[in-house]
């Protein structure tokens, strides 16, 4: 019991990372919560730094969920890494290091999927990366795929890793409430590549 606990305890500090805000604040001297969409996640983090800092927090999101994941084969637990690391989602999405406002869960969730499943990972990822070339939405592109991934999730026979993937996928989906909105609205932000992207004006407002 105590080494569940411990393990729990581990994968909420490790989530509770705020890898955006850290680097925001350190590297480029901006809180990135006070602009843009005001989430302290990946993708803000792309909009508001650029893309070497979003893809060094993307890195650094995933790692959170892998290193969190990885815990019970490091310490010789027969604990599901996947159950271990909702730990760490909760952490990301409720960082302790950053008031309780974190993120989104998305890359946190796929790292620790990395740590369990590395094939259905890259599924997972290539995926994702279908829907946003299409949609070039990286919320829709969350909410589509984390549909999708699990039903998708049975192939693997795996019922632990199916329950799990249809609670992420109801998480995800709530806090991307306000994208929803905006998805319909017609007002959701788009990334600057993609089926249709053309270098404009209008793109580049968008």
């Known amino acids: 019991m105590v080494k569940i ?10 989530g509770s990372i705020p890898s955006g805000v850290w680097l925001g604040k350190k590297v480029y001297k901006k809180d990135i919560r006070e602009f843009g969409s005001g989430n302290s996640g990946t993708t803000n983090t792309f909009r508001v730094l650029g893309f070497k800092a ?22 010789n ?9 909702l730990g760490a989602v909760v952490g ?8 309780f406002k974190g993120g989104k869960a998305v890359a946190t969730s796929a790292g620790v999927l990395l ?7 890259v ?6 990366l279908v829907i946003l070339y299409f949609s070039r939405m990286v919320s829709f592109s969350s909410i589509l795929g984390s ?6 999730s049975l192939i693997t026979n ?32 788009k990334v600057p590549f993609g089926y249709g992207y053309t270098k404009n004006k209008k793109n580049h407002q968008q």
């Not at 993307?58 to 310490?75: N, Q």
């Open 5 to 14: 606990i411990l393990m729990f305890m581990v994968a909420y500090l490790l």
């Open 54 to 75: 979003g893809v060094t927090v993307l890195l650094a999101d995933v790692l959170k969920g892998t290193a969190a994941g990885s815990l019970p084969y490091l310490l």
């Open 77 to 85: 637990s027969d604990l599901n890494p996947m159950v271990v690391g």
């Open 92 to 99: 990301h999405t409720f960082p302790l290091f950053a008031q």
């Open 115 to 121: 740590a369990y499943n590395p094939p259905f990972f």
């Open 123 to 128: 599924f997972c990822v290539s995926l994702f």
């Open 147 to 152: 549909l999708i991934i699990a039903p998708s």
């Open 158 to 189: 795996d019922w632990i890793l199916t329950i799990i993937a249809s609670i992420l996928a109801i998480f995800i989906i709530y806090r991307h409430k306000e994208n929803i909105k905006r998805i319909r609205l017609g007002t959701e932000s």
